[in-house]
Every structure is written in structure tokens, then in C-alpha cells.
């Protein structure tokens, strides 16, 4: 339809240079090109007007999205649908957090585990037990047939201050795949989790080539009969040396740190863990020196026990880094994440400069606002301020929650 009528308009404009001016000079013709990147840039513009653009659609941008979907507001969201569960996951592993604390959140529990294991009973034996990732990938299909709203399928490339436009809003954002798509929006929620703060440690990425995070869990699934080494003392480790085990390579491990085997992906009794996970609003308030230490107490990865006949028998290393590229043909770099404001590509540098940071992660206020008014941050990059729930599903309830709550005050 588009086509045929920019070919129209080709033909009308090359038939009245004909009519008018057949044997000028100066008669200048438009290519066809340049009058399909104008009318493409002005007149085919797909413009969406909305009063929140939630960025992401894991499991903080949609419990966000249930929840301003209950309080009938009008927004849009962007993002794979659970990009991490289906394609940076592990297929024959278990999550950390069992059932009950892995559900998407919904302001009428629409998600709960109960309400699947009733559409799905062939899942009931995972009620109480830490899930394979197959079935949270199931659980995760039937959330997704089940939405009340659309996502948007694709990723904003550019988010900025509108300059100019006609609607008044104060954010433009637009989309990857479909560039023609423009979106206007008064406020902004970030929730594009963890794939823009891979951590790789300098001394590893020498040759680039040769290192892979292990958020590239499809890549690391594809290795098979080649010597490769794998550095990090956490969960991520522990999954991706027994996945190139299984595929036949020469696996090698160094951990800097003694391993430290748990159910839990924290260093600290499970009442404990539990208690301090429940409790982002209280964590907001209590004093920046005990938010520093309750976070540096939670920061040493864990292992879970089940691991421990693999790892035990895995050629455990100290090699100095600097000479691994010349021994292994890959390095798993199972190394984790570091938030930084920086790293968010698509953030323009006027609207990164104009949010507040400390060591480079925005401040927000209790509601998840930037010193940017009308941007929000949750998920992982908001666990200085409200705990390390936001680093797990759990978290989502509450930020969801509070971000829907106060978005309109
Ligand atoms: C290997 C691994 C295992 C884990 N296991 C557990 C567990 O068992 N239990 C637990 O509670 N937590 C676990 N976690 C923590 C996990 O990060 C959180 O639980 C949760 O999934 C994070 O949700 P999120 O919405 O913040 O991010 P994600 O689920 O990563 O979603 C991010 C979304 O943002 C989108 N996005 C990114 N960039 C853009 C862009 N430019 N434009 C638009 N959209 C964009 C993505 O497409 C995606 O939709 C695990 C993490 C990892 C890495």
C-alpha cells in the first residue's frame, strides 16, 4: 500500500516536470529515493501519544504494566517479551527462587502460581520446589496469552527530549526495527534489566573474541571439544561449567574466591534472607551507612549444593589471566553486572546529564523518580536504594506497586 503509493507519487511528479518544463535546463528530478525518505520521515510517521512509556518488558516492566493496566491509565510498552527467561537462561536449569516467589505480579493475582497450576496440572509437582526454567518458560507463554494489553515487540534506539512537536509531550522515543515508529510520552519507566551491564573485567577482554558473558547463555550452550576456561566464583559459573561438561570440553575454573555452597544466592540464613528480601520500603529508610553494609553483606555470590560433585571434580586453575588467551580457545567471563547509568545506549547524553548519579547509578527518590522529572528507574539498577529484592522477581511486587501508585500523584 505504501509502496504503490510513493510509485504514484513518482509517476505524478516525473509526468508534471514533462508538462511543465519538457525541455529546461534547469528541470531538476527527485529520485525515487529521496521522495520515499521524505514521505517516510513526514508523512508516514507513525506517531504514538501516551502518558507513560514503560522501557522493558521482563518482569518489572510487565508487573509495571498489569498494575497501570488495573488503574485504567493509559501507557505503552516496549521490549522483548522475558527476554532474560527465554534466551539467556539456561534450558536444563532450576531458578533460585522457588514458585511463590518467582510469580509476575498483577494487582488482582491474576499471575499467581495457583491460578497456572490450575490451567496446567501436569506442572503440579513444582507447587512448593524450585522450577526448571522449562516450566517458568511455560508459566511465562501462558502470563503472555493472558496479557490484557499489547507490547510492543522491539527496542527504543534513542530516547530524547522532544524538541519541537506538535503533541506537548516531554520524552520521544524511537524503536529499533520499526524507526518509523515515534513515541511521545510525558513520563518515562526504565526497566531494561540487566543485558546493558554485562561486567567484563579488563584483563579478560584482551581479545574480545574469545570472551563470552555468560548472559550469553546460547552461545556458551553451542561449545562443544574445545578448551575453555571459566572465571567467577557464583551460580552462573557453576550452570555454564556444567552445561560445557556436558558438550564435551576441556573445562577449567578460576574462582578468586572459596565457594561458598547455598540454597539461597545470598551468604546469610534463609530467615534472614527472606526478612531483609520482603522489605524494600524499610530498607529506603534506614540510614545510607547500613544500606552500604546490608548490601556489601549480600554481595558474595553463592553457589547452589547441588553443584558440588561437578565443581569438585573440575581442573580449578590460577592461571594469570593475561595468559589465558594463548591456552583456552574460549573464556567464560561468569563475572555478573554492574549498574551504571553510562551504559544505557539508548539514553540520549542531554537526558543523562540531566539525572543526578552517585558512583554513576541514579538517585531516586521513594517512589523511583530520577532528579529527571518524569524518569523512573526499577529493577536491579534501584538496589542501592530499595535492597537487594530489586536484584529478584520478588522485588517486582513492591516496586510495581509503588512506582504505579505515586506515577499520576
Ligand atoms: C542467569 C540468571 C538467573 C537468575 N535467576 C533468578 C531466579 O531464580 N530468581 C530470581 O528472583 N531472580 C533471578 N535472576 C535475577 C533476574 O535478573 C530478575 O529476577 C528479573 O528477571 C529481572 O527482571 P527485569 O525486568 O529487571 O529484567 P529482564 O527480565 O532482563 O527484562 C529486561 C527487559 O528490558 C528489555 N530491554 C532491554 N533494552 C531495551 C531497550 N533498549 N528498549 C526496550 N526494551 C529493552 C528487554 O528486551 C526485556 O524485555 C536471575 C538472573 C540471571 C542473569
New binding site residues.
Partial sequence: MKNTFISLLCALHAFAVRLYAPASPHTIYISKDKIYQFINNNLLMNVINTNVLI???????IGLANHLYGQKRSFVI????????RN??FENME???DFS??EITHPENRFSSDLFLRDHPEFEIYRNKHLPVIVYRAYLNWVENNLEYPVIND??ENLDFCTGNTSKKKFCAVLKINKNTMIYSNKVVI??????HLFIPLELNQIPENVIHS?ESRKIEKLGNIKVLVVGGGQ?AAESIEVLIKKNNDVSWLSRHSTVYLEQPVNISTWLFSMIIKSSGLFYRCPSWLRKFIILLLSRPTIRPGFKPILEKVTKTDHVVKSSHMIYSKIISATGFKYKLDNYT?LSSKIKLSIKTAHNIPVLDKSFQSTLRGVYFT??IAETRFGTAL????GSHYACKNIAKNLFD
Avoid at 78 to 85: H, P, R, T, V
Avoid at 191 to 196: I, K, M, R, T
Fill in positions: 522501557i522493558g518488558a521482563g518482569v518489572y516492566g516496549a521490549g522483548k517479551f522475558m527476554d532474560l527467561w539467556h537462561t531458578l533460585r527462587s516467589t518467582s527496542l527504543i526497566a531494561s534489566g540487566l543485558s546493558h548472559y552462573s539508548f529493577g536491579g536484584k529478584f522477581i520478588i
